[in-house]
């Protein structure tokens, strides 16, 4: 049995992939990325990111998102959507220019209101606003942080409320969250605020992009999903990943898989993390090698789409 049909035996509503549109005409890729007993839902690595929704202003282009999601929909995979608002990946035209905070208010608005009209009701969830802290708790200073302030991260929520299905799951989603620590703390702070203004907010998305031997324990994963969830939201493990420094070897092979399956059983064990989803599951198409030089082979299939012993374990331990 694949991972997801295993996921869902142990309670998880999916084990999911990322999938990024590059690889759309690799046959072999494809057959397993849209096998759905191995992945039972898909999340566009890049297809939806406003660079490529919104390349223009006013201009909505979806073809790179619709390249991942209507075969997932097909394959009778779920999609987690991924993302209205970030700092990176944004369109030239918008960077470019000071915007007035009425303008860039109204800017956001109508982004989201486009993007998740076009996607409406075709995701189990949506990252509303993705990576707004700095490691420390305070906010991350950028277009969004400068020119509207820190409403900037309510107003997208409300906005994505307003234009999704009612259905629509909404995530806030960030890395270096999957620890108890300062970046953790200021989003548990996040979502007891909007719990109690009643500003619409359904889960935490926790990256997971790990290093082979120095990712976080079962027991701090599991206490940083705990910080969440006891404030009413659902989580999510939405990114994972756990990056070598190379040359690779049998023993950091073993390490990488203990580290991948520990971030797995911490979802599966924790009350309210729905599923896992892998930032891609093919070596040679992980974001790492080109953010990270000298690390890679962070996923659990290699270069010949053999299954490394992090897919063994992984599935194992499920
Ligand atoms: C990465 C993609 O995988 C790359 O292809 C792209 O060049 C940069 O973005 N956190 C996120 C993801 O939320 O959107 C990022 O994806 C990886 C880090």
Not at 1 to 6: I, K, R, Y
Not at 159 to 174: H, I, V
Not at 223 to 231: E, G, R, S, V, Y
Request: net charge negative; proline share 4%; aromatic share 12%.
């Amino acid at each position: 049995p694949g991972l997801d049909v295993l996921a869902k035996k142990a309670g998880l509503l999916y084990f999911g992939t990322a999938i990024d549109n590059v690889v759309l005409d690799n046959k072999q890729y494809i057959s397993i990325a849209h096998n759905r007993s191995e992945f039972g839902q898909v999340t566009p690595s890049n297809g939806q990111k406003w660079m490529y929704i919104e390349p223009q202003r006013n201009v909505f282009n979806y073809t790179m998102g619709d390249e991942i999601v209507k075969p997932a929909i097909k394959a009778g995979q779920m999609r987690r959507c991924h993302t209205f608002l970030w700092h990176n990946q944004l369109p030239e035209w918008l960077t470019s220019q000071n915007w007035t905070k009425t303008e860039l208010v109204g800017i956001l608005e109508n982004h989201i209101k486009n993007e998740a009209r076009h996607y409406y009701d075709e995701c189990y969830a949506w990252d509303v606003v993705n990576e707004a802290y700095n490691d420390d708790g305070t906010l991350r200073s950028d277009i969004w942080l400068d020119t509207i302030g820190k409403e900037y991260i309510e107003l997208a929520f409300k906005f994505a409320r307003k234009y999704t299905s009612p259905r629509t799951r909404l995530y806030y989603n960030d890395y270096n969250i999957e620890t108890v620590n300062n970046k953790s703390t200021a989003v548990a702070a996040l979502v007891k605020d909007f719990k109690k203004r009643h500003i619409p907010i359904d889960g935490v998305g926790l990256q997971a992009h790990f290093v082979t031997g120095s990712a976080p324990s079962y027991d701090q994963i599991s206490a940083a999903l705990k910080l969440f969830t006891k404030l009413g939201v659902e989580t999510a493990i939405t990114e994972l990943d756990v990056r070598t420094q190379l040359p690779d070897s049998a023993e950091k092979m073993a390490q990488q898989a203990t580290d991948y399956t520990n971030a797995v059983k911490a979802c599966v064990d924790g009350d309210d993390c729905v599923g896992v989803t892998v930032w891609d599951f093919w070596d040679p198409v992980s974001w790492v090698p080109e953010t990270f030089p000298g690390q890679g082979n962070a996923d659990l299939l290699d270069a010949n789409f053999t299954r490394k012993p992090a897919y063994y374990k992984v599935s194992d331990m499920l």
